[in-house]
């Protein structure tokens, strides 16, 4: 479980992680933006003195390959590998940063992080938003520094002259004249010119990771079957834990985990912060008793109330403006709120925010928008999932209900009560329908909240369990199939069986597992979800897992048994229907 | 006596950075100031901090409501005073919005809070009136502030006018979209197939014209905080 840092925290990277091959990843991201992340290795006075120490696009290394580039990841915009015992006495610190690559302010950024992955798992991230800044160009992000031992700190402190007030930071004068420094500022491109000067490197695993991207050609030879994310041997969902045991390490030592489901791969936008003056842009309010003060803190002719009021939180007795009393002096206005908590940093209101004359719905809503990919089945966020008609010109075969919206000429028909359009299940007499989406146009599906997922078959065939099934491609061939035992509900199971080529979306609720199939491998029959066609189901009787029964419950579960090659799989939701 | 609080540390207040921000994806934090006051869902305060009072039953919206409620409760409460103000809806995700100007419909059950001072009304949607009794309402909210919403599971935003199509949405799933939109409602099935169907995708909405519309990936519009009582 990694460590939630928020700005201004540290903590020993021993209490994080035993192993000292880090590997760092930064995302930050914004619309239009392109950014430089970089590590400064520094000396006990914070000063770049060695300018080998300053690993960029243009230096993707330290000499001794202690800091080393590895760029972009999956999830992450930048990455870098840091072997702390490696690490030469004289730095002491070692502070990564993002710029702004022409213009643009932090602001705009969406939400990003920086993250530490230790032996396969994220042992450390720190978030953060556009709105935790303003005008500036740059950021420290995070900080390793050796007090001692070596430490993180979650900085998150933005410059605002940029790139210029960044190196000033690191050693001034000393940099200006560093020939890297026209290179840093120069084109507006440096984004697409990184690759060439970092190269997909050393013995980082660059190639696993990129494999996870969604729908990445992870050539898998043998069976055809291919999940987002999936980069092993066997197919895996995307999420966190859902690798098969025993799924061999990609190379290197430093793998991140597998990414968090990405909730919006478009670039993203955050909402701007409240501008200064926000509260004067109208009318007073009705009553009209105070005129609003300007802007939370900033108020006119207290600029320095801020840090006299720090001490005052609310709560205390002894403060000047009891909340609940109008307030006297009305220029001066109520005490502006939010500001005086302690132990907090004072956010930096009194900034100019230049965010906020274009802020907006849109720029809030930015980081929701519609996934553009001339795909044909594109998850828009893990809970939803767009399927383009046009693509292929093939129809599909959807749940009934689980259309959210849909653009252009779509027609939806009812698949007839035929062959598999209706599978009458359950004891309930619940039906499973299907519509058939046909046309040109662009249809959301999702149901429920439910995780999505969608599955690539390429000449496999996969057994969904039919409460799991979200949507197909017609072009699949599917049948019904029936799994009888005693102790299921309704007598017996309804899975579906799709083979050819197509994608199936499944929908799981959470985020659910995927088990190799071993000579030992059991499931509920009500949380399974799906399993390759090659493995033979076995309804179970002999082995009970004894939930904790209650009244009313006969504490008995009926188990599914797998068995198959190795090489096939079963996928298990945390959810028993 | 002290615990050890570490694994929760992470959870503690962020700075205020804005009248109405995210405390993580569902949870709704506002700044509250005398003199602006914020329109919250009855029932969705979970926390506050400092001097915050609420008014139950406010003229302005007992006058506004009279169109969509028929009974007792109303389904916004005025919150006023100084403090942080935590606002939550069983759980659902959180989108802070930021009005500059904008006018924007917003399905009832999808409010969460909004600036006092902003212009609303309730607004009778043409074609909507199916669902009157389901208690489905829209706000029309405009001006500038802040405006809360919840949505079930991460919402996705389409922009309409791509082209001349249409954009047609499942009402169940609908949360926002802007206001200048033109909207009709729609039978998108033939009648033959509506036999034996509960309340699936037969009827949609749809919206053409420059703008946007707001979805929820799950189709579950029940108003949990009316719910509640």
Known sequence: MAREFQRGHKAKISDLTAGTDLYVGVQIAGPGLTFDISCFGLDAQERLSDDRYFVFFNQPQSPEGAIQQLGAQAGDTESFRVTLDRIPAQVRKLSFTATVDGAGQMSQIGPGHLRIVAGGEEVARYSFTGTEFSTERAVMLGDFYLKDVWRFAAVG????????????????????????????????????????????????????????????????????????????????????????????????????????????????????????????????????????????????????????????????????????????????????????????????????????????????????????????????????????????QQPVLARQGSMVLYQGKVDF?????????????????????????????????????????????????????????LAFDESLQHEVRRIEGHGIPGGALFTMQFQGHGTVVVKTHGTPVVLPVTPTTFADSNAVVAWSAGAQVIVSSQVRLRRSSYPGHSGEAVNLQFRGAPGNFVVVQPYEV | MTMNQTPIQGYAPTPVTARMENHGSSMLKVALQTGHDVFARSGSMVAYEGYVQYDPNPPAVRQMASQWITGEGLPLMRCHGDGLLYLADYGAD?????????????????????????????????????????????????????????SRGAPIVV???????????????????????????????????????????AYQLGFSGEGFVVVQPSEDSTDRLRARG
């Open chain 1, 157 to 392: 402190q933005g410059f605002d002259g940029g790139l210029e007030a960044l190196l000033r930071n690191f050693g001034g004068e000393v940099l200006e004249e560093e020939p890297e420094t026209p290179a840093f500022q120069a084109p507006p491109e440096p984004a697409t010119a990184a690759p060439a000067f970092a190269p997909p490197a050393q013995s980082g695993p660059p190639p696993a990771f990129a494999a996870r991207r969604p729908r990445a050609p992870a050539g898998r030879p043998g069976t055809g079957t291919r999940l987002p994310g999936a980069a092993g041997p066997r197919a895996r969902l995307p999420g966190p834990g859902t690798g098969p045991p025993g799924l061999p390490a990609p190379p290197g030592s430093t793998p991140p985990p597998a990414a968090p489901p990405q909730m919006h791969v478009a670039p993203t936008l955050a909402a701007p912060i409240a501008p200064p003056g926000y509260f004067t842009d109208q009318a007073p309010p009705a009553g009209g008793q105070v005129p609003p003060p300007p802007g939370p803190p900033g108020v006119p002719g207290r600029p320095a109330s801020y840090g006299a009021q720090q001490p005052g939180p609310y709560g205390h007795p002894d403060r000047q403006q009891p909340y609940g009393q109008p307030p006297q002096a009305p220029p001066q206005a109520p005490q502006p709120y939010g500001q005086p908590f302690p132990g907090q940093p004072a956010p930096s209101y009194g900034q100019p925010v230049a965010a906020h004359g274009a802020a907006g719905v849109r720029a809030g809503l930015e980081k929701y928008r519609e996934v553009p990919t001339g795909q044909r089945w594109t998850p828009q966020n893990p809970k939803l999932i767009r399927v383009d008609l046009g693509v292929d």
């Open chain 2, 94 to 150: 959180v989108v802070c919005l930021q009005l500059n100007g904008d006018s924007l419909s917003v399905n009832g059950t999808n409010i969460l809070a909004f600036d006092s001072h902003l212009q609303w009304g309730v607004e009778r949607v043409k074609g909507m009136a199916k669902f009157a009794g389901q208690g489905l309402f829209n706000v029309g909210i405009s001006g500038t502030g802040w405006v809360a919403l919840t």
């Open chain 1, 413 to 469: 028909g009812y698949k007839g009560a035929g062959f598999a359009g209706r599978i009458i299940g359950n004891a309930t007499g619940q039906e499973m329908q299907l519509m058939r989406c046909t046309g040109r146009g662009q249809v959301f599906l999702a149901e429920n909240s439910a995780h999505v997922h969608p599955i690539e078959l390429q000449g496999d065939a996969l057994c969904v369990s039919a409460e799991s099934v």
């Open chain 2, 159 to 201: 922009d309409c006018g791509r082209g001349e199509d249409e954009t047609y949405v499942d009402p169940d799933a609908l949360v926002a979209w802007s206001s200048n939109l033109r909207m009709k409602g729609k039978r998108s099935f033939k009648a033959s197939s509506l036999i034996g169907r509960g309340s699936g995708e």
